[in-house]
């Protein structure tokens, strides 16, 4: 069953959003993510770092999971959420199912994203939601989103070369 964005998410969604804003600074791709246990503790916060690292999967969400997987028990992130400025790709989706995360709420969603991207190859991404890599997972991952979309596509604006 499905909860509801709330208010709360709200907040942490604008977190991530924020480090989107500070990759983009540091002259990378414009990605953050956020991971918020259940009773409210910031777990995890990062940005995609790619261009910083020359790293291909220095992305957000990835970063994320890195600071966890060796602090945080399987337990507590099942019952925690991710908060990512955009849908995940394939590679941070199946992070997030290996870390065993247990739900998930983004910002601008992939189809939309592309437009910012536009048709260049080096900025194309596999055309596979976070959604359908979610359903093929034993445990549940709840996945919320796209929400605060005009929000979350601000970082994009003028970012990507057409």
């Not at 709360?8 to 414009?30: C, F, H, K, M």
């Not at 080096?122 to 596979?128: F, K, W, Y």
């Not at 093929?136 to 979350?152: K, Q, R, T």
């Amino acid at each position: 069953m499905s909860s509801p964005f709330s208010e709360r998410d709200g907040t942490y969604l604008r977190q991530a959003i924020g480090w989107s804003r500070v990759a983009r600074e540091r002259g990378n791709r414009p990605f953050g993510a956020v991971v918020v246990a259940d009773d409210g503790r910031v777990l995890a916060e990062a940005w995609c770092n790619t261009g910083e690292t020359g790293d291909c999967t220095g992305h957000a969400e990835t970063n994320a999971v890195r600071q966890l997987s060796p602090v945080v028990d399987r337990e507590t992130l099942s019952r925690a959420t991710l908060y990512s400025s955009a849908e995940p790709c394939v590679m941070c989706a199946g992070a997030i199912f290996w870390s065993n995360i247990g739900r998930v709420v983004f910002g601008i969603d992939a189809v939309a994203l592309r437009v910012f991207r536009g048709e260049r190859a080096e900025q194309r991404d596999a055309e596979l939601s976070c959604r359908d890599v979610f359903a093929a997972s034993p445990h549940p991952i709840e996945c919320i989103g796209p929400v605060l979309v005009d929000e979350a596509s601000e970082p994009h604006r003028g970012f990507w070369k057409a």
